[in-house]
């Protein structure tokens, strides 16, 4: 938008964001929308040469780990250059079954009373005789939806420079600040799901704008072991 270069290929296996999409965008040419299984294509010789070009990734796409398992494999470690790469909810505390009922309506009135909820609920796991007392579920700084098998995949690769996450839950202090920020510049933070997690997470390497969103609705499934 700002350099007039940039250029957005969006991949879906519904065609729903073509509703959203600012047509400025569509009558320059600077959005491709593919109405496919993203993995396919890039096993095509189009889709190979699309992935020399890739500078940046954007993933909110099914929230599980089976599916995170899978473009953990299939996009980013195969990727051939260092990548920028921001994934949607992987710490968002409310995925996370036992903590559902702590969710309210995620602004900045309900926010400290869900993260005690969270926190107590926690301890109330860990301390329950299931449990023998260890704490496997904590609290808000928990990954959730695909995050566990993303962090794990990171540990077990140290393919990343580092991990910066934008919820308000995992990094209260540093989310705060965000806030300020955007209220210091008038930009107002919305009152309806305002603090939603974006996790950002640099690929080591040396790299290369395509920004590919990848906002499916699918489980690949594969029993392959991590490459």
Same mark, same amino acid.
């Given at each position: 938008?700002i350099?007039?270069?940039?250029?957005?290929?969006t991949f879906?296996?519904?065609?729903w964001?073509?509703?959203?999409?600012?047509k400025s965008?569509v009558?320059?040419g600077r959005?491709?929308f593919?109405f496919?299984?993203?993995f396919k294509?890039l096993?095509?010789?189009?889709?190979k040469?699309?992935? /020399?070009?890739?500078? %940046?990734f954007?993933?909110? =796409?099914?929230?599980?780990n #089976?599916?995170a398992q *899978?473009y953990?494999?299939e996009?980013?470690?195969a990727?051939?250059?260092?990548?920028?790469?921001f994934?949607?909810d992987?710490?968002?505390?409310?995925?996370?079954?036992?903590?559902?009922?702590c969710q309210?309506k995620?602004?900045?009135v309900t926010?400290?009373d869900?993260?005690?909820?969270?926190?107590?609920?926690?301890?109330k796991i860990?301390a329950?005789?299931?449990?023998h007392?260890?704490?496997?579920?904590?609290g808000?700084t928990q990954?959730?939806g /695909?995050g566990?098998e %993303?962090?794990?995949?990171? =540990?077990r690769t140290?393919? #990343?420079?580092?991990i *910066?996450?934008?919820?308000?839950?995992?990094?209260?202090?540093f989310?705060?600040q965000v806030?300020?920020a955007f209220?210091d510049a008038?930009i107002p933070v919305?009152?309806?799901?305002?603090?939603?997690?974006l996790s950002f997470?640099?690929l080591n390497?040396e790299y290369h704008?395509?920004f590919?969103?990848?906002?499916?609705?699918?489980l690949?499934?594969?029993?392959?072991?991590e490459?």
């Open positions: 938008r350099n007039g270069k940039g250029k957005l290929s879906d296996l519904h065609d964001s073509k509703e959203y999409m600012e965008h009558e320059e959005w491709d593919y496919e299984d993203v294509f096993k095509t010789s189009k889709g040469k699309m992935q /020399e070009t890739i500078d %940046l954007f993933i909110d =796409a099914l929230h599980r #089976s599916f *899978v953990t494999r996009l980013l470690a990727h051939p250059h260092s990548v920028s790469v994934v949607h992987i710490y968002a505390p409310f995925l996370i079954p036992p903590y559902t009922e309210q995620m602004d900045l926010y400290k869900e993260i005690k909820c969270v926190t107590e609920k926690a301890k860990a329950s005789e299931e449990y007392g260890i704490d496997i579920f904590y808000p990954a959730g /695909e566990l %993303l962090t794990s995949w990171l =540990a140290g393919r #990343s420079n580092g *910066v996450t934008f919820s308000a839950y995992a990094a209260p202090t989310a705060m806030v300020k209220q008038k919305k009152a309806q799901r305002g603090l939603r997690s997470l640099k390497k704008l395509i590919i969103s990848i906002v499916s609705s699918f690949v499934d594969s029993d392959e072991d490459p």
